[in-house]
C-alpha cells in the first residue's frame, strides 16, 4: 500500500466537509470498480497506517517467534490495549478481557454466568444476535431455566420497546438475566438501554449489554449507562484487524462469571482467567493501537456519529418516500445508526438482495430477525454519495415493478 501523508485534523464542525473526508478515504483501499459495498457491518477496513502495522507485526512476530510472545508480548503490549480500551469506555484496566471477537465475548458472559438456578427466567430477544440468542436457549438445556423471547416487530418505537421489555419482565417468574443490544444488528437502531437497565435493577435481573456494533460508531460510557456486563470488538467501527474483541465486567461483579472451563492460571478475581483462548491474535493485538490513533485522528466516535448519520439520511430521507419501499429502521438518525433494514413489498429478502446484486451490482445482507428476514445496508465513513444514489435509483425500480 503507498506511503500517505499524516492526515490533518478534522476541524470542529466539519463532519460535512466533504473535501477532507475524501481526505480520509484516501487513507483506505479502494473498492473494486463493478461492485458497490452497502455492507460495512460485518467488518470495517483497516486504514493505511493499520494495515502497515498488522503487517509489520506479523512479520516481526514470524521472526521472533516464542521468546517475544511468552515474553515482551505477554508482558507488556496485552496490557498497553487493555488501557487503552479501558480510557475509550471508561473503564478500568482490570475490568478488560481480549478476545476474538464480539461473539466470543458475550459468549463468555452468556455461558459462565452462574447466578442461575433452575426455574429461573432469562430473557432476549428477536433483534439479538443470532449466535447471542441461540446462548441463551442454550441456558434453559444447561441450567434448567427458562428461556424467553421478548417479541419485538419493526418498526418500532422506544416507547413500544421499553413496554415490551417491561411486560415481558413482570410476567416472567424469578427473572434473573437480560441480553440487551445497544445497537441491534438487523436494523442498527439504538436501543433505550437506560431506561430498560433501570427496569431490569427494579426487578433484580442482570443485564448483559452486546456492544458490538456500538464502540466506535456511538457513545460507550460504561460508569454513566451503569453497565456491570458488556461485549464488544474492535474490528467493526475502530477499524482494527479482524478477530479482536473484548469483554467488561465491573470489577465488583467478577464474581458472577465463572472461569473458563475451570481456569486456574490466575486468581479468581482476575478477570483474565475468564477465557483461556490459547493463541492469541498477536498481530492484531499489536496493531490495534494504531487503529485507536487513527481513530481519535478521525475525530473520534463524536465525529463518526455524525458523519454516518448524514450519510445514512442522505439516502433514507429518499427512500422512504417511494411507494412499495418499507424502512424498519428509524427515520430519526439519532435513533439509528450507519445500520439501516428495509424491504419492498413483493419481493421476500432474499429476492431483494440477490436483485441489488446481480441487476444494480450494489452488495447488502440479509439479517434474521426471528420469523423472518430483512435487507440490510450499512454505509461507512468512507462511502461516497454517489453510491447511494445508485441505492436509491434500484429501490425506485424495483418498486415499481413490484408495483406493477
Known amino acids: 500500500m503507498p506511503d500517505h501523508p499524516v492526515l490533518p485534523l478534522l476541524a470542529d464542525g466539519a463532519t460535512r466537509d466533504e473535501a477532507w473526508w475524501r481526505q ?20 470495517g477496513a483497516m486504514a493505511a497506517p493499520v494495515q502497515a502495522a498488522f503487517e509489520q507485526a506479523v512479520r516481526y512476530t514470524n521472526e521472533q517467534l516464542s521468546p517475544f510472545v511468552r515474553g515482551e508480548f505477554t508482558r507488556t503490549h496485552v496490557d498497553i490495549l487493555r488501557q487503552r480500551v479501558a480510557e475509550l469506555i471508561r ?11 464480539g461473539t466470543e465475548s458475550m ?18 430477544s428477536n433483534l439479538d444476535y443470532p449466535a447471542m440468542r441461540t446462548a441463551m436457549r442454550w441456558l434453559a438445556q444447561r441450567r434448567g431455566v427458562t428461556s424467553t423471547q421478548v417479541a419485538l416487530r419493526l418498526p418500532i418505537s422506544d416507547d413500544e420497546i421499553v413496554a415490551s421489555y417491561a411486560q415481558a419482565m413482570r410476567q416472567a417468574v424469578k427473572p434473573r438475566l437480560l441480553l440487551l443490544s ?14 430498560i437497565m ?17 464502540l466506535g460508531q456511538v457513545d460507550v460510557d460504561v460508569q454513566a449507562m451503569g453497565v456491570d456486563f458488556a461485549g464488544f470488538n474492535l474490528h467493526k467501527w475502530l477499524g482494527a484487524p479482524a478477530g479482536l474483541g473484548v469483554v467488561y465486567i465491573r470489577a465488583s ?18 478477570i483474565r482467567g475468564r477465557l483461556h483462548m490459547g493463541m492469541p491474535p498477536i498481530g492484531a493485538i499489536l496493531a490495534a493501537p494504531a487503529a485507536l490513533d487513527f481513530h481519535a485522528r478521525l475525530g473520534g466516535t463524536p465525529a463518526k456519529t455524525e458523519r454516518l448519520a448524514w450519510l445514512r439520511t442522505y439516502w433514507v430521507s429518499r427512500a422512504a418516500q417511494l411507494p412499495g419501499v418499507r424502512l424498519l429502521s428509524p427515520l430519526d438518525a439519532k435513533r439509528g445508526t450507519a445500520l439501516v433494514a428495509f424491504a ?39 462511502t461516497q454519495t454517489s453510491e447511494l444514489d445508485q441505492l436509491v435509483a434500484a429501490l425506485m425500480v424495483l418498486s415499481s415493478e413490484t408495483d406493477a
Request: glycine content about 6%; charged content about 20%.
Open 24 to 43: 480520509a478515504a484516501a487513507f483506505y483501499p479502494a473498492p473494486p470498480d463493478a461492485l458497490v459495498n452497502l455492507e460495512h457491518g460485518y467488518f
Open 91 to 101: 473503564a478500568e484496566p482490570h475490568e478488560i478481557l481480549l478476545t476474538r471477537s
Open 107 to 124: 459468549q463468555v458472559l452468556i455461558t459462565q454466568y452462574h447466578g442461575l438456578a433452575p426455574g429461573d427466567t432469562v430473557l432476549w
Open 182 to 195: 445497544q445497537v441491534t444488528p438487523a436494523n442498527g437502531q439504538q436501543l433505550p438501554v437506560q431506561e
Open 198 to 214: 433501570a427496569l431490569a435493577r427494579e426487578h433484580g435481573i442482570d443485564v448483559l449489554l452486546d456492544s458490538a456494533h456500538a
Open 253 to 270: 461483579q467478577l464474581h458472577k462469571i465463572e472461569p473458563y472451563f475451570g481456569d486456574d492460571d490466575y486468581a479468581p478475581t482476575d
Open 344 to 382: 419492498v413489498d413483493g419481493l421476500d429478502a432474499r429476492a431483494l438482495q440477490q436483485a441489488l446484486l446481480r441487476r444494480f451490482g450494489i452488495f447488502t445482507v440479509e439479517r434474521n430477525i426471528g420469523d423472518t428476514d430483512v435487507v440490510r445496508a450499512t454505509v461507512a465513513i468512507t
